[in-house]
């Protein structure tokens, strides 16, 4: 399609089938979004569903790593995935502002079907509204999505069976996709050589999980960052953890950016990071089986769960001294998701 979008796309008329038959249905296109009925009919085996939503509004809406339509896939998919469920099916719903250019939307859905195609995930249902110059930025897009949880893993997003002793993992570098965005929107003249991490997560926990079942906790650190979910998970399990700050990979562009404007790489977003909390005894199957992916090559075992201290994350720094992680009190970077 060329030219631009008009308010016309989303009236739901002549204008909104055509951008839906030769943009989504194209680039998406499955046996379920085929039948463009008024909703998606769907089969699912399992008694227990994982079900999630969320809106991206990132700014800008590429950025090096990726671009809004990847992230509105693999944030959703994670999100499922995280909870020890498969990923299946999505929805995705459109904001589109009066004359974004075509090419952008259609880079933007081939996008989101590239990723959708890794991810293993169809979607399968949505919307597209068009609000008039200026009543929003470009585009927004929400996904939803539903995934199959076998039993078994019902407790992981709780953190009930978490206890001391337990390792904490990250699959690698923290704070990419923060700096990533930030730096080419506020300083787009500099190359700063970081890329977002931005990517579905669930092929890599699939491999965790197949050899060490017991996980008993996982998150993906996105706003907040890895400080965030140690925060909530000392809440959750109502036991201490301790951290070592030498431990957790960061990237070298990144903690130059972060000294630079004063952010500290623990709390800024990831796209692409998963932390697992995983018993001892089974915690270097899990780095190993993390290690074996491409997104987990840097893997680290960064602390354990401990008995003492309950309910609070403490840092052992690089410096020798402690401190206590807290969650941050408001917004540190707006419109990065
Ligand atoms: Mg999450």
Redesign the pocket.
């Given at each position: 399609m060329k030219g631009k979008v008009l308010l016309g796309h989303g009236s739901g008329g002549k204008l909104t089938h055509e951008l839906i038959s030769e943009l989504f249905v194209c680039h998406f296109n499955n046996p379920v979004l085929d039948q463009q009925a008024d909703s998606a009919v769907i089969k699912i085996t399992s008694t227990s569903l994982s079900f999630t939503t969320d809106s991206f509004v990132v700014d800008p809406i590429f950025f090096p790593g990726g671009d809004i339509g990847k992230l509105a896939v693999a944030g959703t998919v994670?999100?499922i995935a995280?909870s020890g469920a498969t990923p299946l099916y999505l929805s995705a719903s459109f904001i589109i502002e009066e004359g974004l250019p075509f090419s952008d939307l259609e880079k933007v859905v081939a996008s989101m079907a590239g990723e959708a195609r890794k991810a293993g995930v169809a979607i399968v249902t949505g919307d597209t509204k068009v609000v008039n110059r200026g009543k929003c930025d470009k585009i927004f897009i929400t996904t939803t999505g539903i995934g199959q949880l076998p039993e078994k893993f019902v407790h992981i997003s709780t953190g009930h069976r978490v206890k001391p002793g337990d390792q904490i993992i990250i699959n690698g570098t923290v704070g990419d996709h923060g700096m990533a965005v930030l730096g080419d929107r506020e300083f787009a003249q500099f190359t700063s050589g970081i890329r977002s991490d931005c990517a579905s997560l669930n092929p890599l926990i699939r491999k965790a999980l197949e050899v060490s079942p017991d996980i008993c906790f996982m998150?993906?650190a996105?706003r907040g960052g890895l400080a965030t979910v140690l925060v909530e998970l000392a809440e959750l399990s109502g036991l201490g953890i301790e951290i070592d700050e030498e431990a957790v990979p960061v990237n070298e562009n990144v903690k130059g950016m972060c000294e630079l404007l004063g952010y500290d790489p623990l709390y800024v977003a990831n796209e692409g990071k998963v932390v697992m909390v995983v018993p001892s005894q089974e915690s270097e199957k899990a780095l190993a089986a993390l290690c074996s992916d491409p997104l987990g090559k840097e893997s680290r075992i960064i602390g354990e769960i401990v008995e003492s201290h309950k309910r609070k994350a403490w840092l052992k720094t690089t410096i020798g001294g402690r401190r206590i992680l807290d969650m941050l009190a408001g917004e540190q970077l707006p419109r990065i998701c």
């Amino acid at each position: 399609m060329k030219g631009k979008v008009l308010l016309g796309h989303g009236s739901g008329g002549k204008l909104t089938h055509e951008l839906i038959s030769e943009l989504f249905v194209c680039h998406f296109n499955n046996p379920v979004l085929d039948q463009q009925a008024d909703s998606a009919v769907i089969k699912i085996t399992s008694t227990s569903l994982s079900f999630t939503t969320d809106s991206f509004v990132v700014d800008p809406i590429f950025f090096p790593g990726g671009d809004i339509g990847k992230l509105a896939v693999a944030g959703t998919v994670n999100d499922i995935a995280v909870s020890g469920a498969t990923p299946l099916y999505l929805s995705a719903s459109f904001i589109i502002e009066e004359g974004l250019p075509f090419s952008d939307l259609e880079k933007v859905v081939a996008s989101m079907a590239g990723e959708a195609r890794k991810a293993g995930v169809a979607i399968v249902t949505g919307d597209t509204k068009v609000v008039n110059r200026g009543k929003c930025d470009k585009i927004f897009i929400t996904t939803t999505g539903i995934g199959q949880l076998p039993e078994k893993f019902v407790h992981i997003s709780t953190g009930h069976r978490v206890k001391p002793g337990d390792q904490i993992i990250i699959n690698g570098t923290v704070g990419d996709h923060g700096m990533a965005v930030l730096g080419d929107r506020e300083f787009a003249q500099f190359t700063s050589g970081i890329r977002s991490d931005c990517a579905s997560l669930n092929p890599l926990i699939r491999k965790a999980l197949e050899v060490s079942p017991d996980i008993c906790f996982m998150r993906d650190a996105t706003r907040g960052g890895l400080a965030t979910v140690l925060v909530e998970l000392a809440e959750l399990s109502g036991l201490g953890i301790e951290i070592d700050e030498e431990a957790v990979p960061v990237n070298e562009n990144v903690k130059g950016m972060c000294e630079l404007l004063g952010y500290d790489p623990l709390y800024v977003a990831n796209e692409g990071k998963v932390v697992m909390v995983v018993p001892s005894q089974e915690s270097e199957k899990a780095l190993a089986a993390l290690c074996s992916d491409p997104l987990g090559k840097e893997s680290r075992i960064i602390g354990e769960i401990v008995e003492s201290h309950k309910r609070k994350a403490w840092l052992k720094t690089t410096i020798g001294g402690r401190r206590i992680l807290d969650m941050l009190a408001g917004e540190q970077l707006p419109r990065i998701c």
